[in-house]
Protein backbone atom coordinates (compact mmCIF):
# COMPACT_ATOMS: atom_id res chain seq x y z
CA UNK A 1 0.00 0.00 0.00
CA UNK A 2 1.50 3.47 -0.77
CA UNK A 3 2.06 5.86 2.12
CA UNK A 4 -0.41 8.39 -0.39
CA UNK A 5 -3.13 5.80 0.22
CA UNK A 6 -2.69 4.66 3.05
CA UNK A 7 -2.22 8.38 4.25
CA UNK A 8 -5.95 8.80 2.19
CA UNK A 9 -7.81 6.06 4.05
CA UNK A 10 -6.44 7.92 7.31
CA UNK A 11 -8.20 11.10 6.60
CA UNK A 12 -10.89 9.37 5.82
CA UNK A 13 -11.62 7.43 8.94
CA UNK A 14 -11.16 10.80 10.91
CA UNK A 15 -13.41 12.65 8.93
CA UNK A 16 -15.98 9.78 9.77
CA UNK A 17 -15.24 9.40 13.06
CA UNK A 18 -15.94 13.56 13.96
CA UNK A 19 -18.72 13.13 11.63
CA UNK A 20 -20.03 10.72 14.01
CA UNK A 21 -19.06 12.50 17.09
CA UNK A 22 -21.05 15.65 15.32
CA UNK A 23 -24.15 13.16 14.92
CA UNK A 24 -27.42 12.72 16.89
CA UNK A 25 -27.71 9.17 15.20
CA UNK A 26 -24.17 7.49 16.67
CA UNK A 27 -26.30 5.43 19.07
CA UNK A 28 -28.79 4.40 15.99
CA UNK A 29 -28.97 0.43 15.80
CA UNK A 30 -28.15 -0.99 12.71
CA UNK A 31 -31.21 -1.64 10.03
CA UNK A 32 -29.63 -4.09 8.05
CA UNK A 33 -26.83 -7.08 8.13
CA UNK A 34 -24.52 -4.80 6.31
CA UNK A 35 -24.84 -1.85 8.87
CA UNK A 36 -24.52 -4.73 11.80
CA UNK A 37 -21.24 -5.65 10.21
CA UNK A 38 -19.57 -8.42 12.02
CA UNK A 39 -22.63 -8.36 14.69
CA UNK A 40 -24.60 -9.88 12.02
CA UNK A 41 -25.07 -13.55 11.97
CA UNK A 42 -26.64 -15.05 9.20
CA UNK A 43 -28.08 -18.69 8.92
CA UNK A 44 -29.93 -21.17 6.43
CA UNK A 45 -33.22 -23.26 7.67
CA UNK A 46 -34.29 -25.84 5.20
CA UNK A 47 -37.12 -27.58 5.30
CA UNK A 48 -39.29 -30.39 3.89
CA UNK A 49 -42.56 -31.81 5.36
CA UNK A 50 -45.10 -34.90 4.93
CA UNK A 51 -42.26 -37.33 2.68
CA UNK A 52 -45.34 -40.05 2.87
CA UNK A 53 -42.66 -42.92 1.86
CA UNK A 54 -41.80 -40.90 -1.06
CA UNK A 55 -37.99 -41.85 -1.37
CA UNK A 56 -38.09 -42.57 -5.14
CA UNK A 57 -38.80 -40.55 -7.97
CA UNK A 58 -42.01 -40.75 -9.60
CA UNK A 59 -42.74 -41.37 -13.54
CA UNK A 60 -41.78 -38.09 -14.91
CA UNK A 61 -38.55 -37.80 -12.81
CA UNK A 62 -40.27 -35.49 -10.13
CA UNK A 63 -38.82 -34.92 -6.37
CA UNK A 64 -36.95 -38.45 -4.80
CA UNK A 65 -34.34 -38.15 -2.43
CA UNK A 66 -31.63 -38.14 -4.06
CA UNK A 67 -32.22 -35.53 -6.19
CA UNK A 68 -32.87 -33.83 -2.53
CA UNK A 69 -29.62 -34.35 -1.33
CA UNK A 70 -28.10 -33.11 -4.45
CA UNK A 71 -30.05 -30.10 -4.04
CA UNK A 72 -29.11 -29.53 -0.24
CA UNK A 73 -25.50 -30.42 -0.70
CA UNK A 74 -25.69 -27.42 -3.44
CA UNK A 75 -27.30 -24.94 -0.36
CA UNK A 76 -25.06 -25.69 2.18
CA UNK A 77 -21.84 -25.27 -0.12
CA UNK A 78 -23.37 -21.80 -0.82
CA UNK A 79 -24.35 -21.02 2.43
CA UNK A 80 -20.91 -21.73 3.50
CA UNK A 81 -19.38 -19.67 0.92
CA UNK A 82 -21.49 -16.56 2.42
CA UNK A 83 -20.03 -17.34 5.78
CA UNK A 84 -23.16 -18.86 7.12
CA UNK A 85 -24.77 -22.51 8.48
CA UNK A 86 -27.62 -24.75 7.68
CA UNK A 87 -30.26 -26.38 9.65
CA UNK A 88 -32.48 -28.77 7.81
CA UNK A 89 -35.52 -30.11 9.59
CA UNK A 90 -38.54 -32.08 8.62
CA UNK A 91 -42.17 -31.70 9.44
CA UNK A 92 -43.19 -35.18 9.78
CA UNK A 93 -45.29 -37.91 8.16
CA UNK A 94 -42.56 -39.99 6.84
CA UNK A 95 -44.21 -42.67 6.58
CA UNK A 96 -47.81 -43.95 5.03
CA UNK A 97 -48.29 -43.57 0.76
CA UNK A 98 -46.96 -45.79 -1.64
CA UNK A 99 -46.11 -49.22 -1.15
CA UNK A 100 -42.30 -49.57 -1.81
CA UNK A 101 -42.00 -47.58 0.84
CA UNK A 102 -45.13 -49.28 3.30
CA UNK A 103 -43.77 -52.74 2.65
CA UNK A 104 -40.94 -52.31 4.24
CA UNK A 105 -41.67 -49.87 7.28
CA UNK A 106 -40.38 -46.45 5.80
CA UNK A 107 -36.82 -47.88 5.66
CA UNK A 108 -35.79 -45.97 2.76
CA UNK A 109 -36.67 -43.24 3.65
CA UNK A 110 -35.31 -42.86 6.90
CA UNK A 111 -31.84 -44.25 5.71
CA UNK A 112 -32.21 -41.19 2.91
CA UNK A 113 -32.69 -38.89 6.08
CA UNK A 114 -29.73 -40.21 7.11
CA UNK A 115 -27.88 -39.83 4.46
CA UNK A 116 -28.82 -36.43 3.42
CA UNK A 117 -27.98 -35.01 6.76
CA UNK A 118 -31.30 -33.98 8.45
CA UNK A 119 -30.78 -32.33 11.82
CA UNK A 120 -34.55 -33.34 13.78
CA UNK A 121 -38.18 -33.69 12.53
CA UNK A 122 -41.21 -33.34 14.00
CA UNK A 123 -43.23 -36.75 14.46
CA UNK A 124 -46.33 -36.66 12.57
CA UNK A 125 -49.60 -38.45 13.23
CA UNK A 126 -48.74 -40.89 10.64
CA UNK A 127 -45.92 -42.48 12.42
CA UNK A 128 -48.56 -44.05 14.54
CA UNK A 129 -50.13 -45.86 11.17
CA UNK A 130 -47.89 -48.94 12.48
CA UNK A 131 -47.47 -50.45 16.04
CA UNK A 132 -45.66 -48.38 18.44
CA UNK A 133 -42.53 -51.24 17.81
CA UNK A 134 -42.33 -50.60 14.27
CA UNK A 135 -41.47 -46.83 15.42
CA UNK A 136 -39.69 -47.73 18.19
CA UNK A 137 -37.30 -49.12 15.29
CA UNK A 138 -37.59 -46.31 13.19
CA UNK A 139 -36.34 -43.91 15.72
CA UNK A 140 -33.15 -45.94 16.51
CA UNK A 141 -32.17 -45.98 12.68
CA UNK A 142 -32.56 -42.26 12.65
CA UNK A 143 -29.51 -40.41 13.04
CA UNK A 144 -31.24 -37.10 14.33
CA UNK A 145 -33.90 -36.87 17.04
CA UNK A 146 -37.73 -37.28 16.43
CA UNK A 147 -39.31 -34.65 18.79
CA UNK A 148 -43.02 -33.98 20.28
CA UNK A 149 -43.35 -31.99 23.60
CA UNK A 150 -47.08 -32.86 23.73
CA UNK A 151 -47.10 -36.81 23.57
CA UNK A 152 -46.98 -38.47 26.72
CA UNK A 153 -47.13 -42.28 28.19
CA UNK A 154 -49.25 -43.38 30.76
CA UNK A 155 -46.53 -42.98 32.91
CA UNK A 156 -46.82 -39.69 32.54
CA UNK A 157 -43.22 -39.55 30.52
CA UNK A 158 -42.99 -37.96 27.12
CA UNK A 159 -42.30 -40.27 24.45
CA UNK A 160 -40.10 -38.48 22.50
CA UNK A 161 -37.69 -35.39 23.41
CA UNK A 162 -39.38 -32.09 23.73
CA UNK A 163 -36.93 -30.43 22.05
CA UNK A 164 -33.07 -30.00 21.08
CA UNK A 165 -30.79 -27.02 20.70
CA UNK A 166 -28.54 -26.83 17.64
CA UNK A 167 -25.78 -24.22 18.08
CA UNK A 168 -25.70 -23.04 14.38
CA UNK A 169 -22.78 -20.53 13.60
CA UNK A 170 -22.83 -19.32 17.20
CA UNK A 171 -26.41 -18.95 17.43
CA UNK A 172 -28.21 -21.53 19.80
CA UNK A 173 -31.48 -22.82 18.16
CA UNK A 174 -33.82 -24.23 20.09
CA UNK A 175 -36.27 -26.20 18.18
CA UNK A 176 -39.42 -27.62 19.75
CA UNK A 177 -41.15 -30.64 18.20
CA UNK A 178 -45.22 -30.35 18.56
CA UNK A 179 -48.01 -32.50 16.87
CA UNK A 180 -51.11 -32.60 15.92
CA UNK A 181 -53.82 -33.37 18.74
CA UNK A 182 -55.46 -35.05 15.94
CA UNK A 183 -53.58 -37.49 16.20
CA UNK A 184 -55.69 -39.08 19.00
CA UNK A 185 -57.91 -39.57 16.32
CA UNK A 186 -55.99 -39.70 13.46
CA UNK A 187 -53.92 -42.67 15.01
CA UNK A 188 -54.28 -46.32 14.79
CA UNK A 189 -56.83 -46.21 18.34
CA UNK A 190 -55.04 -50.20 18.29
CA UNK A 191 -51.73 -48.88 18.91
CA UNK A 192 -51.98 -45.63 20.84
CA UNK A 193 -54.46 -46.23 23.42
CA UNK A 194 -51.63 -45.54 25.72
CA UNK A 195 -50.51 -42.17 24.47
CA UNK A 196 -51.61 -38.94 25.20
CA UNK A 197 -51.57 -36.41 23.43
CA UNK A 198 -51.92 -32.47 25.01
CA UNK A 199 -52.93 -29.14 23.50
CA UNK A 200 -49.87 -27.60 21.88
CA UNK A 201 -50.58 -24.74 22.57
CA UNK A 202 -50.26 -25.18 26.08
CA UNK A 203 -47.45 -27.29 26.07
CA UNK A 204 -45.11 -25.34 24.51
CA UNK A 205 -45.56 -22.71 26.80
CA UNK A 206 -44.22 -24.76 29.46
CA UNK A 207 -40.96 -25.87 27.00
CA UNK A 208 -40.66 -22.28 26.02
CA UNK A 209 -39.90 -21.60 29.99
CA UNK A 210 -38.20 -24.40 30.46
CA UNK A 211 -35.74 -23.15 27.60
CA UNK A 212 -35.76 -19.68 29.47
CA UNK A 213 -35.32 -20.72 32.75
CA UNK A 214 -31.90 -22.54 32.10
CA UNK A 215 -30.88 -19.70 29.16
CA UNK A 216 -30.06 -22.79 26.68
CA UNK A 217 -31.05 -20.82 23.90
CA UNK A 218 -31.07 -17.49 21.34
CA UNK A 219 -33.88 -18.14 19.32
CA UNK A 220 -36.58 -20.41 19.57
CA UNK A 221 -38.01 -22.50 16.50
CA UNK A 222 -40.98 -25.11 16.18
CA UNK A 223 -41.31 -28.01 14.16
CA UNK A 224 -44.63 -29.30 14.00
CA UNK A 225 -46.76 -31.32 12.50
CA UNK A 226 -50.09 -29.43 12.77
CA UNK A 227 -51.23 -27.99 9.93
CA UNK A 228 -51.49 -24.07 8.47
CA UNK A 229 -54.97 -22.88 7.87
CA UNK A 230 -55.32 -19.54 6.99
CA UNK A 231 -56.61 -17.08 9.60
CA UNK A 232 -56.55 -20.02 11.96
CA UNK A 233 -59.50 -21.35 10.01
CA UNK A 234 -59.17 -24.98 10.45
CA UNK A 235 -62.51 -26.16 10.45
CA UNK A 236 -63.05 -29.64 11.85
CA UNK A 237 -59.24 -30.26 12.24
CA UNK A 238 -57.76 -29.58 15.41
CA UNK A 239 -56.16 -25.73 15.79
CA UNK A 240 -52.62 -25.77 14.08
CA UNK A 241 -49.83 -23.09 13.27
CA UNK A 242 -51.54 -20.02 13.16
CA UNK A 243 -53.37 -20.45 16.23
CA UNK A 244 -49.87 -21.95 18.00
CA UNK A 245 -48.72 -18.36 17.20
CA UNK A 246 -51.20 -15.96 17.98
CA UNK A 247 -51.36 -18.01 21.29
CA UNK A 248 -48.47 -17.05 22.84
CA UNK A 249 -46.93 -13.84 23.53
CA UNK A 250 -45.13 -11.59 20.82
CA UNK A 251 -41.37 -12.82 20.67
CA UNK A 252 -42.25 -16.01 22.20
CA UNK A 253 -41.87 -17.60 19.42
CA UNK A 254 -38.77 -17.18 16.01
CA UNK A 255 -40.48 -19.32 13.25
CA UNK A 256 -42.65 -22.52 12.75
CA UNK A 257 -41.43 -25.20 10.10
CA UNK A 258 -44.72 -27.04 9.91
CA UNK A 259 -46.44 -29.53 7.71
CA UNK A 260 -49.62 -31.80 8.16
CA UNK A 261 -51.81 -29.74 5.68
CA UNK A 262 -49.71 -30.68 2.71
CA UNK A 263 -49.77 -27.08 0.90
CA UNK A 264 -47.15 -24.15 0.33
CA UNK A 265 -47.60 -21.46 3.08
CA UNK A 266 -47.25 -18.87 0.24
CA UNK A 267 -49.41 -15.86 1.53
CA UNK A 268 -50.93 -12.80 -0.38
CA UNK A 269 -53.05 -10.53 1.81
CA UNK A 270 -53.39 -12.74 4.46
CA UNK A 271 -54.82 -15.84 2.04
CA UNK A 272 -53.20 -18.18 -0.14
CA UNK A 273 -51.62 -16.94 -2.95
CA UNK A 274 -52.38 -18.66 -6.17
CA UNK A 275 -48.68 -20.42 -6.06
CA UNK A 276 -47.03 -22.76 -8.98
CA UNK A 277 -43.75 -24.28 -8.73
CA UNK A 278 -40.84 -21.61 -9.37
CA UNK A 279 -43.07 -18.69 -8.31
CA UNK A 280 -42.22 -16.02 -5.81
CA UNK A 281 -43.23 -17.18 -2.20
CA UNK A 282 -43.74 -14.97 0.92
CA UNK A 283 -44.33 -17.02 3.95
CA UNK A 284 -47.26 -16.41 6.83
CA UNK A 285 -46.32 -14.44 9.66
CA UNK A 286 -48.11 -13.78 12.93
CA UNK A 287 -47.70 -12.63 15.80
CA UNK A 288 -44.13 -12.26 14.83
CA UNK A 289 -43.56 -15.32 14.42
CA UNK A 290 -42.75 -16.58 10.64
CA UNK A 291 -44.51 -19.89 9.50
CA UNK A 292 -43.52 -21.95 6.94
CA UNK A 293 -44.43 -25.29 5.36
CA UNK A 294 -43.22 -26.93 2.34
CA UNK A 295 -46.08 -28.64 -0.02
CA UNK A 296 -45.59 -32.43 0.33
CA UNK A 297 -43.27 -35.18 -0.34
CA UNK A 298 -40.19 -33.46 -1.05
CA UNK A 299 -41.90 -31.58 -3.95
CA UNK A 300 -39.92 -28.57 -2.90
CA UNK A 301 -36.72 -28.02 -0.30
CA UNK A 302 -37.59 -24.92 1.50
CA UNK A 303 -35.21 -22.31 2.26
CA UNK A 304 -35.58 -19.43 4.34
CA UNK A 305 -32.34 -17.05 5.07
CA UNK A 306 -32.24 -15.87 8.41
CA UNK A 307 -30.25 -12.75 9.57
CA UNK A 308 -29.85 -12.06 13.18
CA UNK A 309 -28.45 -8.84 14.65
CA UNK A 310 -29.60 -6.23 17.62
CA UNK A 311 -30.96 -9.35 19.08
CA UNK A 312 -33.73 -9.50 16.26
CA UNK A 313 -34.37 -12.19 13.52
CA UNK A 314 -34.58 -11.02 10.19
CA UNK A 315 -36.08 -12.96 7.24
CA UNK A 316 -33.60 -12.11 4.46
CA UNK A 317 -34.64 -14.20 1.42
CA UNK A 318 -37.42 -16.99 1.32
CA UNK A 319 -38.09 -19.87 -1.55
CA UNK A 320 -39.13 -23.15 -2.47
CA UNK A 321 -37.44 -24.64 -4.51
CA UNK A 322 -38.50 -27.23 -6.95
CA UNK A 323 -37.30 -30.55 -7.03
CA UNK A 324 -37.16 -31.45 -10.98
CA UNK A 325 -40.99 -30.62 -11.11
CA UNK A 326 -42.53 -30.80 -14.26
CA UNK A 327 -45.44 -28.69 -15.68
CA UNK A 328 -47.43 -29.05 -18.94
CA UNK A 329 -47.36 -26.79 -21.94
CA UNK A 330 -48.58 -26.45 -25.25
CA UNK A 331 -47.56 -25.97 -28.44
CA UNK A 332 -49.27 -23.68 -30.95
CA UNK A 333 -51.17 -26.88 -32.67
CA UNK A 334 -52.10 -27.76 -29.36
CA UNK A 335 -49.98 -30.58 -28.37
CA UNK A 336 -48.85 -30.66 -24.76
CA UNK A 337 -45.34 -31.69 -23.64
CA UNK A 338 -43.93 -31.71 -20.18
CA UNK A 339 -41.05 -29.31 -19.45
CA UNK A 340 -38.78 -28.91 -16.00
CA UNK A 341 -39.82 -26.00 -14.09
CA UNK A 342 -36.02 -24.55 -13.14
CA UNK A 343 -32.88 -26.44 -13.51
CA UNK A 344 -32.50 -29.66 -13.42
CA UNK A 345 -31.38 -31.55 -10.73
CA UNK A 346 -28.88 -34.55 -11.01
CA UNK A 347 -29.45 -37.33 -8.68
CA UNK A 348 -26.88 -38.31 -5.77
CA UNK A 349 -25.27 -41.22 -7.19
CA UNK A 350 -24.63 -43.38 -4.46
CA UNK A 351 -27.72 -42.79 -2.32
CA UNK A 352 -29.48 -43.37 -5.52
CA UNK A 353 -27.54 -46.50 -5.78
CA UNK A 354 -28.39 -47.53 -2.13
CA UNK A 355 -31.72 -46.71 -2.39
CA UNK A 356 -32.72 -48.55 -6.14
CA UNK A 357 -32.50 -51.93 -4.13
CA UNK A 358 -34.95 -51.01 -1.91
CA UNK A 359 -37.13 -49.92 -4.92
CA UNK A 360 -36.67 -53.04 -6.56
CA UNK A 361 -37.84 -55.27 -3.94
CA UNK A 362 -40.76 -57.43 -4.32
CA UNK A 363 -41.69 -55.47 -7.51
CA UNK A 364 -43.09 -58.41 -9.10
CA UNK A 365 -46.25 -58.86 -7.18
CA UNK A 366 -47.08 -55.32 -7.13
CA UNK A 367 -47.32 -55.04 -10.59
CA UNK A 368 -49.54 -57.75 -11.19
CA UNK A 369 -52.37 -56.21 -13.27
CA UNK A 370 -55.49 -57.45 -11.53
CA UNK A 371 -58.40 -55.25 -13.67
CA UNK A 372 -58.93 -52.49 -15.51
CA UNK A 373 -61.01 -49.05 -15.27
CA UNK A 374 -62.37 -47.14 -18.39
CA UNK A 375 -62.10 -43.75 -16.31
CA UNK A 376 -60.31 -42.09 -13.72
CA UNK A 377 -61.07 -43.34 -10.23
CA UNK A 378 -60.84 -40.24 -7.97
CA UNK A 379 -59.22 -40.37 -5.49
CA UNK A 380 -57.49 -36.86 -5.25
CA UNK A 381 -57.26 -35.16 -1.84
CA UNK A 382 -58.69 -31.85 -3.24
CA UNK A 383 -61.42 -33.57 -4.18
CA UNK A 384 -62.37 -36.41 -1.93
CA UNK A 385 -62.22 -34.55 0.87
CA UNK A 386 -64.68 -32.17 -0.38
CA UNK A 387 -67.64 -34.25 -2.39
CA UNK A 388 -68.57 -37.59 -3.02
CA UNK A 389 -65.87 -39.20 -5.52
CA UNK A 390 -66.37 -42.50 -7.74
CA UNK A 391 -63.24 -43.80 -5.88
CA UNK A 392 -64.71 -43.23 -2.47
CA UNK A 393 -67.97 -44.69 -3.23
CA UNK A 394 -66.06 -47.84 -4.78
CA UNK A 395 -64.27 -48.53 -1.68
CA UNK A 396 -67.45 -48.22 0.06
CA UNK A 397 -69.02 -50.18 -1.69
CA UNK A 398 -66.73 -52.83 -2.21
CA UNK A 399 -66.82 -53.32 1.76
CA UNK A 400 -70.37 -53.39 2.01
CA UNK A 401 -70.30 -55.91 -0.86
CA UNK A 402 -67.97 -57.81 0.45
CA UNK A 403 -70.15 -58.82 4.16
CA UNK A 404 -73.58 -57.77 2.01
CA UNK A 405 -73.96 -55.15 4.19
CA UNK A 406 -76.91 -52.17 3.44
CA UNK A 407 -74.42 -49.35 3.72
CA UNK A 408 -71.04 -48.76 3.01
CA UNK A 409 -68.80 -45.69 5.08
CA UNK A 410 -65.40 -45.00 4.27
CA UNK A 411 -63.74 -41.71 5.71
CA UNK A 412 -62.16 -40.17 3.04
CA UNK A 413 -58.56 -39.61 4.43
CA UNK A 414 -58.46 -43.24 3.66
CA UNK A 415 -58.07 -42.74 0.44
CA UNK A 416 -54.79 -42.02 -0.39
CA UNK A 417 -54.43 -41.60 -4.53
CA UNK A 418 -56.53 -41.85 -7.96
CA UNK A 419 -56.24 -44.66 -10.49
CA UNK A 420 -55.88 -43.79 -13.66
CA UNK A 421 -57.48 -44.78 -16.83
CA UNK A 422 -56.08 -48.32 -17.97
CA UNK A 423 -54.76 -51.28 -16.01
CA UNK A 424 -55.02 -51.64 -12.57
CA UNK A 425 -52.45 -53.17 -10.44
CA UNK A 426 -51.96 -54.35 -6.81
CA UNK A 427 -49.84 -51.19 -6.36
CA UNK A 428 -52.24 -49.18 -7.30
CA UNK A 429 -54.48 -50.71 -4.47
CA UNK A 430 -52.15 -50.25 -1.75
CA UNK A 431 -51.21 -46.81 -3.10
CA UNK A 432 -54.97 -45.97 -2.77
CA UNK A 433 -55.27 -47.73 0.51
CA UNK A 434 -52.37 -48.70 2.44
CA UNK A 435 -52.94 -48.35 6.04
CA UNK A 436 -54.02 -52.07 6.57
CA UNK A 437 -57.41 -51.31 7.85
CA UNK A 438 -60.03 -53.76 8.36
CA UNK A 439 -63.53 -53.91 7.50
CA UNK A 440 -66.11 -53.79 10.65
CA UNK A 441 -69.88 -55.03 10.35
CA UNK A 442 -72.14 -53.09 12.51
CA UNK A 443 -76.00 -54.33 13.00
CA UNK A 444 -78.50 -51.62 14.38
CA UNK A 445 -81.65 -50.31 14.61
CA UNK A 446 -83.10 -47.41 11.90
CA UNK A 447 -83.26 -44.86 14.75
CA UNK A 448 -79.68 -45.42 15.71
CA UNK A 449 -78.45 -45.65 11.59
CA UNK A 450 -79.80 -42.32 11.51
CA UNK A 451 -78.07 -41.09 14.91
CA UNK A 452 -74.94 -42.84 13.58
CA UNK A 453 -74.99 -41.15 10.01
CA UNK A 454 -75.92 -37.63 11.49
CA UNK A 455 -72.74 -37.29 13.60
CA UNK A 456 -70.51 -38.66 10.18
CA UNK A 457 -72.12 -36.58 7.74
CA UNK A 458 -72.10 -33.39 9.33
CA UNK A 459 -68.32 -33.66 9.78
CA UNK A 460 -66.88 -30.80 8.10
CA UNK A 461 -65.64 -30.92 4.49
CA UNK A 462 -61.89 -30.59 3.66
CA UNK A 463 -60.81 -33.15 6.62
CA UNK A 464 -59.96 -36.84 6.11
CA UNK A 465 -62.86 -37.49 7.94
CA UNK A 466 -65.68 -36.29 5.50
CA UNK A 467 -67.68 -39.85 4.97
CA UNK A 468 -68.01 -41.19 1.81
CA UNK A 469 -71.48 -43.15 1.57
CA UNK A 470 -73.23 -45.41 -0.20
CA UNK A 471 -76.56 -48.13 0.29
CA UNK A 472 -78.24 -44.99 1.28
CA UNK A 473 -80.50 -42.16 0.63
CA UNK A 474 -81.01 -39.10 3.10
CA UNK A 475 -80.68 -35.45 3.38
CA UNK A 476 -78.13 -34.16 5.63
CA UNK A 477 -78.57 -31.05 8.03
CA UNK A 478 -75.49 -29.49 8.53
CA UNK A 479 -76.87 -27.25 11.16
CA UNK A 480 -78.49 -30.03 13.33
CA UNK A 481 -76.01 -32.82 12.49
CA UNK A 482 -79.68 -34.74 11.65
CA UNK A 483 -80.33 -36.81 8.71
CA UNK A 484 -83.76 -38.03 7.30
CA UNK A 485 -83.10 -41.25 5.49
CA UNK A 486 -85.83 -42.20 2.85
CA UNK A 487 -84.54 -45.36 1.71
CA UNK A 488 -81.88 -47.90 2.96
CA UNK A 489 -80.30 -50.42 0.31
CA UNK A 490 -82.91 -50.26 -2.19
CA UNK A 491 -85.81 -50.50 0.46
CA UNK A 492 -87.95 -47.77 2.01
CA UNK A 493 -86.20 -46.79 5.43
CA UNK A 494 -88.18 -48.24 8.49
CA UNK A 495 -86.56 -46.41 12.16
CA UNK A 496 -87.44 -49.48 13.81
CA UNK A 497 -86.03 -51.29 11.07
CA UNK A 498 -82.76 -53.55 11.67
CA UNK A 499 -79.76 -52.74 9.04
CA UNK A 500 -76.17 -53.41 8.43
CA UNK A 501 -73.44 -50.99 7.92
CA UNK A 502 -69.85 -51.39 7.23
CA UNK A 503 -67.05 -48.59 8.68
CA UNK A 504 -63.15 -49.35 8.52
CA UNK A 505 -61.91 -50.28 11.81
CA UNK A 506 -59.81 -47.28 12.42
CA UNK A 507 -63.09 -45.25 12.61
CA UNK A 508 -65.06 -47.59 14.02
CA UNK A 509 -62.42 -47.78 17.12
CA UNK A 510 -63.03 -43.42 17.13
CA UNK A 511 -61.02 -42.61 14.69
CA UNK A 512 -61.43 -39.28 12.76
CA UNK A 513 -63.86 -38.38 15.54
CA UNK A 514 -66.09 -40.80 14.30
CA UNK A 515 -68.65 -42.53 17.41
CA UNK A 516 -67.16 -45.46 18.44
CA UNK A 517 -69.34 -48.61 17.72
CA UNK A 518 -69.06 -52.33 19.16
CA UNK A 519 -68.52 -53.87 15.83
CA UNK A 520 -67.63 -57.34 14.22
CA UNK A 521 -63.92 -57.67 13.18
CA UNK A 522 -64.28 -59.24 9.70
CA UNK A 523 -60.92 -59.75 9.16
CA UNK A 524 -60.55 -58.54 5.61
CA UNK A 525 -58.29 -55.79 5.26
CA UNK A 526 -59.04 -53.06 3.27
CA UNK A 527 -56.70 -53.42 0.57
CA UNK A 528 -57.25 -56.75 0.16
CA UNK A 529 -60.95 -55.93 -0.44
CA UNK A 530 -60.31 -53.25 -2.86
CA UNK A 531 -57.72 -56.03 -4.51
CA UNK A 532 -60.54 -58.77 -4.46
CA UNK A 533 -63.42 -56.68 -5.92
CA UNK A 534 -61.15 -55.34 -8.74
CA UNK A 535 -60.15 -58.57 -9.66
CA UNK A 536 -63.48 -60.74 -9.17
CA UNK A 537 -64.87 -57.55 -12.17
CA UNK A 538 -62.04 -57.56 -14.14
CA UNK A 539 -63.15 -54.48 -16.22
CA UNK A 540 -64.48 -51.20 -14.48
CA UNK A 541 -67.01 -48.76 -15.73
CA UNK A 542 -65.81 -45.55 -13.83
CA UNK A 543 -69.18 -43.46 -14.30
CA UNK A 544 -71.10 -46.50 -12.32
CA UNK A 545 -69.97 -45.34 -9.26
CA UNK A 546 -70.51 -41.56 -10.10
CA UNK A 547 -72.63 -39.48 -7.12
CA UNK A 548 -75.95 -39.77 -7.89
CA UNK A 549 -77.56 -36.95 -6.12
CA UNK A 550 -78.59 -39.86 -2.96
CA UNK A 551 -76.96 -37.37 -0.47
CA UNK A 552 -78.19 -33.68 -0.26
CA UNK A 553 -76.89 -31.25 2.49
CA UNK A 554 -78.70 -28.93 3.78
CA UNK A 555 -77.73 -25.55 5.61
CA UNK A 556 -73.99 -26.15 4.64
CA UNK A 557 -72.16 -23.04 2.33
CA UNK A 558 -71.47 -26.31 0.06
CA UNK A 559 -73.57 -28.25 -1.77
CA UNK A 560 -71.01 -30.98 -1.71
CA UNK A 561 -70.53 -31.60 2.30
CA UNK A 562 -71.01 -29.81 5.31
CA UNK A 563 -69.50 -26.42 5.60
CA UNK A 564 -70.16 -23.81 8.24
CA UNK A 565 -68.08 -20.87 8.92
CA UNK A 566 -67.10 -20.78 12.64
CA UNK A 567 -68.34 -17.26 14.19
Not at 2 to 27: E, F, P, Q, R
Not at 242 to 254: F, H, I, M, N, R
Not at 377 to 391: I, S
Not at 525 to 543: N, R, S
Request: hydrophobic share 40%; proline share 3%.
Amino acid sequence: MTNKLLKGLVATAVLAALAGCNSSDDDKAPTTCAEAGTACTKFTVLHTNDNHGRFWENKDGEYGMAARKTLIEKIRAEVAANGGETLLLSGGDINTGVPESDLQDALPDFLGMNDIGYDAMAVGNHEFDNPLAVLDSQRSIANFPMLAANIYKEDGTRYFEAYKVFDVNGIKIAVIGLTTEDTAKLGNPEFISGLKFTDPKEEIVKVIKEIKDAKAADLIFATTHMGHYANGEHGSNAPGDVALAKALEQGQLQAVIGGHSQNPVCMEGGEYADFAPGDECTPDQQNGTYIMQAHEWGKYVGRADFEYFNGELHLANYKLVPVNLVKKVKDEQGNETKVLVGEAIEADAALKEMLSYYQERGQGQLDEVIASTDGLLDGERANVRFMQTNLGRLIADAQRTKVAADVGVMNSGGVRASIAAGDISYRDVLTVQPFGNMVTLSTMTGEELSAYLGEVASLQIGAGAYAQITGVKMTVDCAAKTVAISEVNGKEYSATGSYTMTVPSYNAAGGDGYPKLNPVQTGYVDAEVLYTFFKDAGTIVAADYNPVGDIVYENSESVEGCKITAQ
